[in-house]
T-cell receptor
Framework: GAVVSQHPSRVICKSGTSVKIECRSL??????MFWYRQFPKQSLMLMAT?????????EQGVEKDKFLINHASLTLSTLTVTSAHPEDSSFYIC??????????????FGDGTRLSIL | AQTVTQSQPEMSVQEAETVTLSCTYD???????LFWYKQPPSRQMILVIR??????QNATENRFSVNFQKAAKSFSLKISDSQLGDAAMYFC??????????FGQGTRLTINP
């Protein structure tokens, strides 16, 4: 079964709305989670690394004030797209690594969130 | 910096035939891990196979196998006896240390019945 749960799976909202996406690790405590963005027919691009109890690490070119990340517990990270606009429409995917496993063990991915801004 | 390159945007194969997807990468580290992920239309990311760089033996998972050439920094995926359910985007990925996954551009695989 799924070990990482992502919610919601689909969001359609008006321009200017803020949207929150949740990523939960179900079977383990994740000190680190990752947020990716995927445009149609393109690869996954890492947006930020979410660290439990500390600030997220953002990739170059990702606006920190636009994409707010909170990792307040060992099983939950949230991505909030603030004042979303049509250009923010995309597929967002989270992943988490079980720290109890070695790094040769793959990250577990959520099922993704399709965000559409009208 | 790590890079992963998939030079085949699209590939197609007849059902039951064999197809090979190419991947090359670049890293300055000697200890790293390589993965192939499958992303079907549902857009779930499904791990297909993994390879530890320190292992010389090529990884195999049922119909899926890799050709890992460390000196050439090449990591191709072979799918034998292709099935309709194998149709998907395939991403090659690399990780080193406790760092982030780096993905290739992806290859869209079509299976012709």
């Amino acid at each position: 079964g799924a070990v990482v749960s992502q919610h919601p799976s689909r969001v359609i909202c008006k321009s200017g709305t803020s949207v929150k996406i949740e990523c939960r690790s179900l079977d383990f405590q994740a000190t680190t989670m990752f947020w990716y963005r995927q445009f149609p027919k393109q690869s996954l691009m890492l947006m930020a690394t979410s660290n439990e109890g500390s600030k997220a690490t953002y990739e170059q070119g990702v606006e920190k004030d636009k994409f707010l990340i909170n990792h307040a517990s060992l099983t939950l990270s949230t991505l909030t797209v603030t004042s979303a606009h049509p250009e923010d429409s995309s597929f967002y995917i989270c992943s988490a690594r079980d720290p109890g496993q070695g790094i040769n063990q793959p990250q577990h991915f959520g099922d993704g969130t399709r965000l559409s801004i009208l | 910096a790590q890079t992963v390159t998939q030079s085949q945007p699209e590939m197609s194969v007849q059902e039951a035939e064999t197809v090979t997807l190419s991947c090359t990468y670049d890293t300055s580290e000697s200890d790293y891990y390589l993965f192939w992920y499958k992303q079907p239309p549902s857009r779930q990311m499904i791990l297909v196979i993994r390879q530890e760089a320190y292992k010389q033996q090529n990884a195999t998972e049922n119909r899926f196998s890799v050709n890992f050439q460390k000196a050439a920094k090449s990591f191709s995926l072979k799918i034998s006896d292709s099935q309709l359910g194998d149709a998907a985007m395939y991403f090659c990925a690399l990780i080193q240390g406790a760092q982030k996954l780096v993905f290739g551009q992806g290859t869209r695989l079509t299976i012709n019945p």
